[in-house]
């Protein structure tokens, strides 16, 4: 993101909005990868981004540092909040009396008390699990809201390195649990509540996908944006091509996995870490996968997509080619990214709504 507070929103989103000369005379020549040009917009979030001085790579900080940066960054680059109908902030209870989980429940405003039971999306929020929470992914879960006319319930897990694997992991199964079992309460059909997260989150909901189904009480799809699914193969061509200069980076992959699986001795080919090894796919939700152009994590999520369609299942596969990693958290300042958000949000619908 932009590392910028509320006045510097404003500025931001301005310089996004001038003429395209303009904007094509800040950020410079087009960029051109793999055969696709870099969207203008997110070529001027990285010229802008190089430019400010507190830039940082995340691997250099500590996660506490990081993770305050982070939320300062996004919840500023948001704007003001989208209108919805009810916004109301939850808590998850455990089986463990002593731990719940924070979540964020967003009702669309077409909703009345009479409208039939809603679909629920089951959301986790990306961050490299590491950062981020229900404010840095506000905004994007309104848009989810409001264009799918769909319920999202936002939940926040533990973070690393404080809580290590499998912790994100075993709270995100238990929030899509409780989403299932507390379906009346909240007002839903408990057969349509599917899972979804970006980055870090789309691994979590790609691992819940596997885990219920396996339970035999399977979530109503799963959307994936472009996920984190391999961490054991490091030769994808996305992750050389654009290991640097496009947000994120391959050290920052390598370092958020540390803070993450260090010290617990997991393989990095179990499936609740790298959901692209697990022993089957077969059987599994019908999945909507989004990738960007010009994200390192493209071809992996790419491959899973692939993979989970080789098994039978129903996949549907969409490329924004001129994106970059990230781009769910620049819709405040950037036309291209909301855009891009708001057509993810209605390729939802035939998951969500169980009709095409």
Not at 122 to 137: A, I, K, L, N, S
Not at 167 to 177: H, Y
Not at 286 to 306: H, K, S
Request: proline share 6%.
């Amino acid at each position: 993101m932009i590392d910028i507070d509320k006045v510097g929103f404003h500025v931001g989103r301005a310089v996004l909005s001038l003429p395209k000369r303009w904007k094509r005379r800040i950020a410079g020549p087009e960029v051109r990868k793999d055969g696709a040009a870099l969207d203008l917009d997110m070529q001027l979030v990285l010229t802008l981004r190089d430019r400010v001085k507190r830039k940082a790579e995340s691997h250099r900080q500590s996660p506490a540092v990081l993770r305050a940066r982070m939320h300062h960054e996004i919840v500023a680059s948001s704007g003001p909040a989208l209108p919805v109908g009810v916004v109301r902030d939850v808590q998850i209870r455990l089986e463990d009396p002593e731990r719940s989980l924070s979540a964020r429940h967003y009702i669309p405003a077409k909703t009345t008390p009479s409208t039939d039971p809603r679909p629920l999306l089951v959301y986790y929020h990306g961050g490299g699990m590491v950062f981020g929470d229900v404010d840095t992914h506000d905004r994007a879960c309104r848009i989810f809201c409001a264009t799918a006319n769909v319920d999202v319930l936002s939940v926040e897990y533990r973070l690393a390195p404080d809580a290590k694997f499998p912790a994100a992991a075993d709270d995100a199964r238990a929030a899509f649990q409780w989403a299932v079992a507390e379906a009346e309460r909240l007002g839903v059909d408990p057969t349509k509540i599917a899972v979804a997260g970006d980055s870090a989150g789309g691994n979590l909901a790609a691992v819940v996908a596997q885990q219920a189904a396996a339970d035999r009480v399977p979530p109503a799809a799963q959307i994936l944006i472009y996920p984190a699914v391999d961490r054991a193969k490091h030769d994808y061509g996305s992750l050389e091509l654009f290991a640097e200069n496009f947000l994120l980076t391959r050290a920052e992959i390598g370092w958020y996995h540390e803070q993450y699986t260090a010290g617990t001795g997991v393989d990095d080919r179990d499936p609740r870490v790298s959901p692209m090894y697990a022993p089957s796919l077969e059987k599994l939700p019908a999945a909507l996968v989004i990738t960007a152009g010009f994200d390192p994590l493209r071809d992996e999520g790419e491959a899973y997509a692939n993979r989970l369609r080789d098994a039978g299942n129903h996949v549907v596969l969409h490329r924004f080619g001129g994106l970059i990693h990230g781009f769910l958290n620049l819709v405040g300042i950037s036309k291209s990214a909301e855009a891009a958000v708001e057509d993810l949000a209605r390729r939802m619908v035939p998951f969500l709504h169980g009709h095409s």
